[in-house]
């Protein structure tokens, strides 16, 4: 897996100005990303698991942006950037099962969208936990308690 160095040394990701304002909004939508697909689950589990897959991508764009990068949509692999971002900027602060579960629904996502995959109930009652961790682990990042 490619380090976020490696990952602007190959034009993967960009470096941007820092955004704090942008990373508000889109942890706002991965919020409202989780409370949809929760809604949703019983009777659309590949719509909620779209949703769940988002949620955890724009809560790491949110990191992102809040730091000074963006994953370059122009190059193939964009999302799989903002995996690989993920892995090391958030290392320690969520999960390894976590982080190592973003690529997986990534991937899973991806077969429901384009190649037919179903995802069933129970796949998106077990991946919604997992990106509600990843929105999270930003936050602690972004928003640290007041003391």
């Keep these: ?3 976020i160095a490696e990952l602007l040394a ?6 941007i100005d820092a955004d704090m304002d942008e990373a508000r909004d889109l942890i ?3 919020h409202a990303h989780l409370e949809s697909a929760a809604a949703i689950m019983s009777r659309d589990p590949a719509g909620a698991y779209q949703l769940a ?3 955890a991508r724009k809560a790491v764009a949110a990191d992102m942006s809040a730091n000074g990068y963006r994953a370059r949509a122009d190059r193939p692999g964009a999302h799989a ?6 892995r090391e900027a958030l290392a320690g602060v969520a ?9 997986r ?7 429901a969208e384009y190649g037919g995959v179903t995802v069933g109930r129970a796949q998106i009652v077990a991946d919604l936990e ?4 990843i929105v999270r682990a930003v936050e602690v990042r972004l928003l640290p308690p007041a003391d």
């Design 53 to 55: 897959y988002d949620a």
């Design 95 to 103: 999960s390894s099962a976590a982080l190592e579960r973003l690529d």
């Design 1 to 3: 897996m490619p380090t």
């Design 81 to 86: 950037a903002v995996v690989d971002y993920a």
């Design 130 to 133: 997992q990106s509600i961790e």
């Design 10 to 15: 190959q034009g993967r990701l960009g470096r």
């Design 28 to 30: 706002r939508h991965a």
């Design 105 to 111: 629904l990534r991937r899973l996502r991806n077969r």
